[in-house]
C-alpha cells in the first residue's frame, strides 16, 4: 500500500511502456514544476519509496526562511541535510512540525513521498539548469536532471 | 571549376531574382511567381537539414504554476498529489512577476498581503528588520548594484548570511557575476528559491544608475594599439 512497488508483478510491461513514453515526453516538454521545489531523493528510491518533494513556495506563504534554515538547521542544500525518517520522528527537520501539533503527521507518507520515482535530488528551475551550456562539474557530482 | 561554375550560375539567377522588385511595382505578380519556381529557394537553410531549427537553444517556461498533478514531478499515480495545493490558488490576490513563483514576495509582506511566521510556533514574533542599503560599485557598463538589509532581514536571520557567505563588512567580499549564476554569494538563494537571474531581473540588484559622465574603461589592448 506505501510502496510504489506493489504488484509490480503485473505492471512491469506497463511500466516499460510507461517509461519509454516518459522518456519521449521529457525530450519534448520541459517539466513544468513550480519554482524552488525541492525533490530529494538521496535514499527514498532505494527504499521503494517515491522521491518527497518540498514545496518552498506553499511553506514560505507560512513561514519566514529563518524558520527553517535558522533554527531548524535546514543547510542551503537539496539533499544537503541527509533527512531520513528516524530523525523525522524524532522531531528534527520536517518532524519539528509535520508531529500533528503544527502540521498533519507524519502517516500521511504520500504527502510528502509524491515525486516520481527515479527523480533525482534537486531544486527546481534554478539559475544552473537553465544555462545552455553546463557549467564544469566534477565527475563525481551528483546528477541534474535534463530540462 | 566545374563546381564553381555552378556556384556561379546560382548565385546570378539569386541576384537577379533579388534586383527583379527594383523593377517595378506592376511586375511583382510575375516577380513572386518566378521566385516559387527558381531553383534558388532551394538554399533555405530548412531544407538542407532538419538540425536548423529556429530558437535551437531557446528553452522557454511554458505553463508557469501547474497544478501538481501535471507539472511533470508529482506522480499523478499517488492518491496524495491530488491532495496537494494548486499554487495558482494560494496565489490568488498576491503581486505578480513575470518569473520564479511570478508572485513578488517582497511586496506581498510590505503591502501586508502575507505575514509568514517568524517563529515556529508563535505568531506574534516580529523579525528584526534592519535598513541598511549597501552599494556595490560595478566594473562594467551596467548599474551599481545595490543590497538592501530591508528586504533580506524580512525574511532571513543575520546568521543565515554572516559570516559564511558574506563577512559582514562593506567591500570585503569578492562578487561577481558567473560566481552567482553558479549558485554562490548572491547566488546561494537567487536562482534557486529567491528570484532567479533572468533579463528581467538584472535591474532588481543592479539598480543605481551610473553617473552621467560614466563610460566603460577601455582594455589594455585597445590602449595599446598602435592602429587605434
Known sequence: ????????????????????????????????????????????????????????????????????????????????????????????FCGACHNGEVAWSVENCNMCHSGIPGTPTHIHGSTVQRLVSPPYKALNAPQQPQQ | ??????????????????????????????????????????????????????????????????????????????????????PKESYIGLPTTEFGNHVDWVKAIDEKKLSPRWDRISSSEAPFVMDLDIVRPVKASVPDVVFPHRQHTEWLACANCHPAIFIPQKGANQINMSAILLGQKCGVCHGKVSFPITTKTCSKCHSKPKPADWSPPLSDATLKNPWR
Request: proline content about 6%; glycine content about 6%.
Open chain 1, 1 to 92: 500500500m506505501m510502496s510504489y512497488k506493489a504488484d509490480r508483478s503485473i505492471k512491469w510491461r506497463f511500466s516499460i511502456l510507461g517509461v519509454l513514453a516518459g522518456l519521449a515526453l521529457l525530450a519534448m516538454t520541459p517539466a513544468k514544476a513550480e519554482y524552488a521545489d525541492v525533490i530529494i531523493n538521496n535514499y527514498a528510491d532505494a527504499a521503494g519509496m517515491r522521491p518527497v518533494v518540498f514545496p518552498h513556495w506553499f511553506h514560505r506563504i507560512r513561514f519566514r526562511c529563518k524558520v527553517c534554515h535558522a533554527d531548524l538547521g535546514f543547510q542551503f542544500k537539496a539533499g544537503g541535510n541527509k533527512i531520513t525518517m528516524a530523525k523525522i520522528i524524532d522531531g528534527k
Open chain 2, 1 to 86: 571549376m566545374r563546381q564553381q561554375l555552378k556556384t556561379f550560375i546560382g548565385s546570378a539567377a539569386l541576384s537577379l531574382i533579388v534586383s527583379l522588385p527594383a523593377a517595378g511595382a506592376d511586375m511583382s505578380r510575375i516577380n513572386v511567381m518566378q521566385q516559387a519556381a527558381a531553383p534558388a529557394e532551394r538554399l533555405i537553410v530548412a531544407d538542407v537539414s532538419s538540425a536548423n531549427t529556429f530558437n535551437r537553444n531557446l528553452k522557454k517556461e511554458k505553463d508557469p504554476n501547474a497544478p501538481p498533478p501535471e507539472d511533470g514531478y508529482h506522480d499523478p499515480e499517488n492518491e496524495g498529489t491530488h491532495i496537494l495545493q494548486p
